[in-house]
Protein backbone atom coordinates (compact mmCIF):
# COMPACT_ATOMS: atom_id res chain seq x y z
CA UNK A 1 0.00 0.00 0.00
CA UNK A 2 1.35 3.09 -0.75
CA UNK A 3 2.27 5.42 2.28
CA UNK A 4 0.13 9.08 2.49
CA UNK A 5 2.93 12.03 2.93
CA UNK A 6 2.57 13.11 6.59
CA UNK A 7 1.09 16.16 6.34
CA UNK A 8 -1.94 14.53 4.26
CA UNK A 9 -2.13 11.45 7.19
CA UNK A 10 -1.63 13.53 10.40
CA UNK A 11 -3.30 17.33 9.76
CA UNK A 12 -2.05 20.31 11.50
CA UNK A 13 -5.80 20.62 12.71
CA UNK A 14 -6.51 17.38 14.01
CA UNK A 15 -4.41 16.90 17.10
CA UNK A 16 -5.69 15.25 20.27
CA UNK A 17 -5.38 18.86 22.20
CA UNK A 18 -7.77 20.67 19.19
CA UNK A 19 -10.37 17.94 19.95
CA UNK A 20 -14.03 19.42 21.05
CA UNK A 21 -16.42 18.02 23.62
CA UNK A 22 -13.59 14.65 25.01
CA UNK A 23 -14.94 13.04 28.23
CA UNK A 24 -12.82 13.12 31.07
CA UNK A 25 -9.59 10.88 30.61
CA UNK A 26 -9.99 10.39 26.93
CA UNK A 27 -7.28 12.66 25.86
CA UNK A 28 -5.00 11.56 28.75
CA UNK A 29 -5.69 8.08 27.60
CA UNK A 30 -5.05 8.64 24.33
CA UNK A 31 -1.72 10.36 24.62
CA UNK A 32 -0.52 7.36 26.92
CA UNK A 33 -1.48 5.25 24.29
CA UNK A 34 1.00 7.04 21.63
CA UNK A 35 3.58 7.36 23.65
CA UNK A 36 3.91 4.05 24.05
CA UNK A 37 2.61 3.64 27.67
CA UNK A 38 -0.36 1.95 27.62
CA UNK A 39 -1.16 -2.14 26.93
CA UNK A 40 -4.66 -1.71 26.18
CA UNK A 41 -6.39 -1.46 22.46
CA UNK A 42 -9.12 1.11 22.58
CA UNK A 43 -11.93 1.37 20.53
CA UNK A 44 -13.71 4.50 19.47
CA UNK A 45 -17.25 4.70 18.79
CA UNK A 46 -19.91 7.07 17.57
CA UNK A 47 -21.81 8.14 14.90
CA UNK A 48 -20.57 10.40 11.85
CA UNK A 49 -19.08 13.97 12.68
CA UNK A 50 -18.41 13.08 16.56
CA UNK A 51 -14.79 12.98 15.05
CA UNK A 52 -13.14 9.67 15.51
CA UNK A 53 -11.06 9.99 12.47
CA UNK A 54 -9.59 13.46 13.87
CA UNK A 55 -8.40 11.38 17.46
CA UNK A 56 -6.75 9.05 15.64
CA UNK A 57 -5.37 11.09 13.21
CA UNK A 58 -4.24 12.88 16.36
CA UNK A 59 -3.03 10.36 18.19
CA UNK A 60 -0.88 9.06 15.41
CA UNK A 61 0.35 12.37 15.42
CA UNK A 62 1.23 12.39 19.31
CA UNK A 63 2.45 9.04 18.06
CA UNK A 64 5.14 10.53 15.78
CA UNK A 65 5.78 13.43 18.27
CA UNK A 66 7.07 11.02 20.96
CA UNK A 67 9.40 9.32 18.44
CA UNK A 68 7.47 6.15 17.47
CA UNK A 69 6.06 5.11 14.16
CA UNK A 70 2.21 5.44 13.70
CA UNK A 71 0.29 4.11 10.96
CA UNK A 72 -3.44 4.63 9.93
CA UNK A 73 -5.52 3.24 7.91
CA UNK A 74 -9.44 3.96 6.53
CA UNK A 75 -11.05 0.24 6.28
CA UNK A 76 -13.11 1.50 3.71
CA UNK A 77 -9.92 2.44 1.71
CA UNK A 78 -8.88 -1.38 1.59
CA UNK A 79 -12.05 -3.46 1.81
CA UNK A 80 -12.03 -6.58 -0.03
CA UNK A 81 -7.72 -6.07 0.15
CA UNK A 82 -7.06 -5.73 4.06
CA UNK A 83 -4.38 -9.03 4.21
CA UNK A 84 -2.31 -7.03 1.95
CA UNK A 85 -3.04 -4.13 3.67
CA UNK A 86 -1.93 -5.35 6.76
CA UNK A 87 0.83 -7.27 5.37
CA UNK A 88 4.18 -6.87 7.81
CA UNK A 89 2.31 -4.06 10.33
CA UNK A 90 3.43 -5.83 13.53
CA UNK A 91 6.72 -5.12 12.19
CA UNK A 92 6.88 -1.44 10.74
CA UNK A 93 5.03 0.14 13.06
CA UNK A 94 4.76 0.91 16.93
CA UNK A 95 0.83 2.20 16.66
CA UNK A 96 -1.98 1.20 14.27
CA UNK A 97 -5.01 3.35 13.86
CA UNK A 98 -7.66 1.60 11.97
CA UNK A 99 -10.64 3.75 11.12
CA UNK A 100 -13.96 2.47 10.03
CA UNK A 101 -14.14 -0.90 11.05
CA UNK A 102 -17.58 -1.02 9.57
CA UNK A 103 -16.91 -1.29 6.28
CA UNK A 104 -15.27 -4.46 6.15
CA UNK A 105 -18.27 -6.23 8.10
CA UNK A 106 -19.92 -9.07 6.32
CA UNK A 107 -16.44 -9.19 4.10
CA UNK A 108 -15.51 -12.31 5.63
CA UNK A 109 -11.66 -12.71 4.13
CA UNK A 110 -11.43 -8.85 5.66
CA UNK A 111 -12.62 -10.36 9.08
CA UNK A 112 -9.90 -12.55 9.07
CA UNK A 113 -7.28 -10.83 8.05
CA UNK A 114 -8.19 -8.01 11.37
CA UNK A 115 -8.65 -10.97 13.32
CA UNK A 116 -4.77 -12.18 12.17
CA UNK A 117 -3.64 -8.41 12.38
CA UNK A 118 -4.87 -8.04 16.37
CA UNK A 119 -3.61 -10.89 17.99
CA UNK A 120 -0.11 -10.39 15.77
CA UNK A 121 -0.23 -6.43 17.31
CA UNK A 122 -1.33 -7.90 20.28
CA UNK A 123 2.13 -10.63 20.60
CA UNK A 124 4.31 -8.16 19.33
CA UNK A 125 3.15 -5.06 21.82
CA UNK A 126 2.28 -2.98 19.28
CA UNK A 127 -0.39 -0.01 20.35
CA UNK A 128 -3.79 -0.63 18.99
CA UNK A 129 -6.69 1.81 18.31
CA UNK A 130 -9.72 1.34 16.70
CA UNK A 131 -12.65 3.50 15.55
CA UNK A 132 -16.09 2.21 14.57
CA UNK A 133 -19.98 3.91 14.16
CA UNK A 134 -21.09 0.99 16.49
CA UNK A 135 -19.92 -1.16 19.90
CA UNK A 136 -18.42 -4.31 19.29
CA UNK A 137 -21.21 -6.09 20.43
CA UNK A 138 -23.36 -3.94 17.63
CA UNK A 139 -20.77 -4.31 14.96
CA UNK A 140 -22.65 -6.21 11.80
CA UNK A 141 -19.25 -8.55 12.39
CA UNK A 142 -19.84 -12.63 10.90
CA UNK A 143 -16.75 -13.73 12.73
CA UNK A 144 -17.23 -14.40 16.46
CA UNK A 145 -13.82 -15.12 17.46
CA UNK A 146 -13.15 -11.24 15.59
CA UNK A 147 -16.25 -9.94 17.41
CA UNK A 148 -14.35 -11.22 20.67
CA UNK A 149 -11.29 -9.39 20.15
CA UNK A 150 -12.52 -6.19 19.63
CA UNK A 151 -14.74 -6.42 22.91
CA UNK A 152 -11.86 -6.75 25.23
CA UNK A 153 -10.56 -3.34 23.69
CA UNK A 154 -11.10 -0.34 26.04
CA UNK A 155 -14.63 1.07 25.25
CA UNK A 156 -14.51 4.83 24.69
CA UNK A 157 -17.91 6.41 23.55
CA UNK A 158 -18.17 9.76 21.77
CA UNK A 159 -20.72 11.93 21.14
CA UNK A 160 -21.92 14.42 18.27
CA UNK A 161 -21.89 18.11 18.84
CA UNK A 162 -24.27 20.70 19.73
CA UNK A 163 -24.28 23.89 17.37
CA UNK A 164 -22.12 25.04 20.69
CA UNK A 165 -19.22 22.45 19.91
CA UNK A 166 -19.69 22.75 16.06
CA UNK A 167 -19.31 26.22 15.87
CA UNK A 168 -16.54 26.36 17.97
CA UNK A 169 -14.40 23.96 16.09
CA UNK A 170 -15.28 26.62 13.22
CA UNK A 171 -14.20 29.33 15.32
CA UNK A 172 -11.25 27.27 15.88
CA UNK A 173 -10.52 26.67 12.69
CA UNK A 174 -10.97 30.10 11.77
CA UNK A 175 -8.10 31.12 14.35
CA UNK A 176 -5.76 28.52 13.09
CA UNK A 177 -5.74 30.30 9.87
CA UNK A 178 -6.12 33.80 10.54
CA UNK A 179 -9.53 34.18 9.51
CA UNK A 180 -11.99 36.83 10.19
CA UNK A 181 -15.43 34.91 11.11
CA UNK A 182 -18.08 37.55 12.15
CA UNK A 183 -20.20 35.61 14.71
CA UNK A 184 -23.41 36.64 12.90
CA UNK A 185 -22.06 34.89 9.86
CA UNK A 186 -21.24 31.42 11.69
CA UNK A 187 -24.92 31.42 13.66
CA UNK A 188 -26.08 31.89 9.73
CA UNK A 189 -24.32 28.93 8.82
CA UNK A 190 -25.30 26.89 11.42
CA UNK A 191 -28.90 27.29 10.86
CA UNK A 192 -29.07 26.99 6.91
CA UNK A 193 -26.21 24.25 6.21
CA UNK A 194 -25.66 20.38 6.96
CA UNK A 195 -25.14 20.10 10.96
CA UNK A 196 -23.11 17.09 10.08
CA UNK A 197 -19.46 18.27 11.38
CA UNK A 198 -17.81 16.51 8.25
CA UNK A 199 -20.08 18.45 5.93
CA UNK A 200 -19.51 21.63 7.64
CA UNK A 201 -15.82 21.37 7.67
CA UNK A 202 -15.46 20.39 4.27
CA UNK A 203 -17.63 23.42 3.84
CA UNK A 204 -15.68 25.80 5.75
CA UNK A 205 -12.50 25.02 3.80
CA UNK A 206 -14.43 25.98 0.86
CA UNK A 207 -15.48 29.44 2.16
CA UNK A 208 -11.57 29.83 3.06
CA UNK A 209 -10.57 29.31 -0.43
CA UNK A 210 -13.08 32.16 -1.71
CA UNK A 211 -12.09 34.48 1.15
CA UNK A 212 -8.72 33.94 0.38
CA UNK A 213 -9.24 34.41 -3.64
CA UNK A 214 -11.87 37.68 -2.59
CA UNK A 215 -9.46 39.13 0.20
CA UNK A 216 -13.23 39.30 2.14
CA UNK A 217 -13.62 38.94 5.69
CA UNK A 218 -16.46 35.90 6.15
CA UNK A 219 -19.59 37.72 6.76
CA UNK A 220 -23.20 36.89 6.08
CA UNK A 221 -23.37 38.66 2.56
CA UNK A 222 -20.70 37.14 1.41
CA UNK A 223 -21.73 33.71 2.66
CA UNK A 224 -24.86 34.13 1.04
CA UNK A 225 -22.59 34.99 -2.73
CA UNK A 226 -20.85 32.46 -2.05
CA UNK A 227 -23.55 29.59 -1.54
CA UNK A 228 -25.89 30.98 -3.82
CA UNK A 229 -23.53 30.67 -6.63
CA UNK A 230 -22.57 27.09 -5.93
Not at 48 to 55: A, I, N, R
Not at 125 to 133: E, R
Not at 175 to 188: C, H, N, P, V
Amino acid sequence: MPQLPLALRFPQEQRLLTYIGAASGMIERLQLLAGGGLADALYLQGGGGSGKTHLLLGTCAAAEAAGRRPQYLSLARVRGHARDAFEGLEQTADLVALDDLDAISGVREDEVALFDLHNRLHDAGVGQLYSAAAAPAMLAVELPDLRSRLAQCTLMPLHTLDDAGRAAVLRQRAASRGLAFEDAALDWLLTRCSRDLSDLTALFEQIDRASLAAQRRITVPFLRQLLDAA
